[in-house]
């Protein structure tokens, strides 16, 4: 016997066919991710819509459109990664209560970057409102990226003089000592996540003139040691391979006028055995301290391929 279905009417407003065309996508292609994630059958004319399915599937989907309807409006440009991740958070967001308009958004080069996930929109906020500030979670979470385009904003606005970029060059079953060059060259690969988010906001032009200014500076943690980081927005990334003492010595290098963000993913550690996490011992040791904000990611921020979320709930569940 099928299951009875609750067919729900509605109207978008206001009325504008880009802004519809765009809701909808190339083929409807957004409206039949919308129909997949939630198991029910969407019809429009014009902006008319009609949402058939189960109950809690109709009220889902019916969300889901009015918040990308309402996206549309602020200069963002639709692509299944947006409609993917507002599929994976409308239920939160409907128990939580939707997630203030005054989100924030940080121009980078000619794009509006914004937070997809309420976790995002979270780390955006916290950023912008803290010295010190730690995001966890797994890889795909956007935690380096967002960082990054804090730190371009930042520069841009001259509240900062300069973007120093950090990682911890940890061998993950690879030996440093095998790679050619010189240290720069050896630890250059561990950077080239950083670099990519920096080409795209910046353009790889004007980030080579500004790392020739040394306004933007990337090294290895091992550097940081003996100097004070003022008027620098300062990004750790990969801390979870940093020692105790290391994490110590980085926190304590933050001048006046600084910002750091320290990011990581705890279950990817590639310490040797027995050494523990200065990220991990950092965050319980200091998330409750005045200044210092902690945001945890979970595998429903990950805003890659849909499977690449699967895989991490696959992992977190066996580790149980």
């Known amino acids: 016997m099928n299951a009875p279905t609750h067919p729900v009417t509605f109207l978008l407003d206001p009325e504008d066919n880009q802004r519809l065309a765009d809701l909808c996508g190339e083929h409807n292609a957004h ?5 997949e994630g939630f198991g029910v059958r969407i019809s429009h004319r014009g902006h008319l819509f009609c ?9 889902n989907a019916r969300d889901v459109l009015t918040a990308l309807y309402e996206d549309t409006g602020k200069d963002v440009t ?19 209560g939707r997630v203030s308009s005054e989100d924030v958004v940080i121009r980078a080069r000619k794009s509006l970057i914004r937070g997809k996930s309420e ?47 950090v990682r911890p060059a940890v061998e993950a079953g690879e030996r440093l000592g095998f790679l050619p060059g010189d240290i720069g060259q050896k630890v250059d690969p561990y950077l080239r996540p950083l670099y990519d988010a920096l080409y795209e906001m910046l353009g790889a032009e004007r980030v080579g003139r500004l790392i020739e200014r040394r306004v ?16 620098a927005f300062v990004i750790l990334d990969e801390a979870q ?5 290391q994490m110590k010595m980085f926190l304590t290098r933050i001048g006046f006028g600084s910002c750091a963000v320290i990011t990581g993913d705890p279950s990817q550690v590639d ?3 027995g050494t523990k996490s200065g990220l991990v011992h950092a965050v319980s040791l200091l998330n409750s301290i005045d200044g210092i904000s902690l945001t945890r990611f979970s595998a429903q921020d990950v805003v890659r391929h849909p499977l690449v979320q699967r895989v991490i709930a696959a992992y977190e569940g066996e580790g149980r």
Do not use: W
Request: with cysteine.
């Open 78 to 96: 639709l692509g299944p990664d947006q409609v993917y991740m507002a599929i994976s958070q409308i239920p939160h967001d409907t128990a939580k």
């Open 31 to 35: 409206l039949k991710q919308v129909e």
């Open 216 to 231: 933007i500076e990337l090294a290895p943690l091992a550097y940081m040691r003996g100097r004070t980081l003022a008027n």
């Open 51 to 59: 949402v058939d399915g189960g109950s809690k599937g109709v009220q």
């Open 271 to 273: 310490l040797p055995g």
């Open 119 to 165: 976790n995002q929109k979270l780390y955006l906020r916290n950023i912008l409102e803290n010295d010190i500030n730690f995001g966890v979670g797994p890889a795909g979470t956007g935690k380096t990226y967002l960082a990054v385009a804090c730190a371009v904003q930042a520069l841009a606005e001259e509240r900062i003089e300069r973007i120093i970029l």
């Open 241 to 245: 391979n940093t020692t105790e003492a």
